[in-house]
């Protein structure tokens, strides 16, 4: 026999509202990561105050100092240039009678003996093992 399948007593059943699919989201970066980035960034942050400073002095440096020496105004362009008979003042040239010391002599020996050189003379053989 048959039997009848009692009415269900359970409300009818309506639809579930659909959920939205939102882009996932990127996990949080680990405390050490995020302490990481930001000594980075620090550390970027300092080295850019130290170049802007260092360019700074440089500047200050170059504005404020003195310059050195004195103005020479017979180099300048617009005077005329010594020629072959032209002699420096006598207070500038060498005295000839001058006594030269022994270690001035020795600076100024030419050197002899063997010259270092790069390539082996012609002729030479070489040194061979027997």
């Known amino acids: 026999m048959a039997t009848a ?3 269900s ?4 059943r309506t ?3 659909t959920r939205k699919r939102t882009a996932a989201r990127k996990a949080a970066p680990a405390p050490a990561a995020r302490t990481a980035s ?3 960034g620090i550390f970027s942050l300092g080295a ?3 170049a802007i400073g260092a360019a700074i002095y440089g500047v200050a440096r170059q504005i404020l100092t003195p310059s050195e ?11 005329p240039r010594p020629g072959a008979d032209d002699r420096a ?3 500038f040239r060498p005295d000839p009678t001058a006594p030269v010391s022994v270690a001035e002599r020795e600076s100024l020996r030419p050197a002899t003996g ?12 070489p040194d061979t093992v027997h």
């Not at 007593?9 to 009818?12: D, G, I, R």
């Not at 020496?69 to 005077?79: E, I, S």
């Not at 063997?114 to 053989?125: A, F, I, K, S």
């Open 5 to 7: 399948k009692p009415a």
């Open 9 to 12: 007593s359970a409300k009818p």
């Open 15 to 17: 639809a579930k509202p």
């Open 38 to 40: 930001k000594a980075l």
């Open 48 to 50: 850019a105050a130290v």
């Open 69 to 79: 020496g004195h103005a020479a105004p017979d180099l300048a362009l617009d005077q």
């Open 89 to 91: 003042p006598a207070a």
């Open 114 to 125: 063997p010259v270092p050189t790069l390539v082996r003379d012609e002729g030479v053989l």
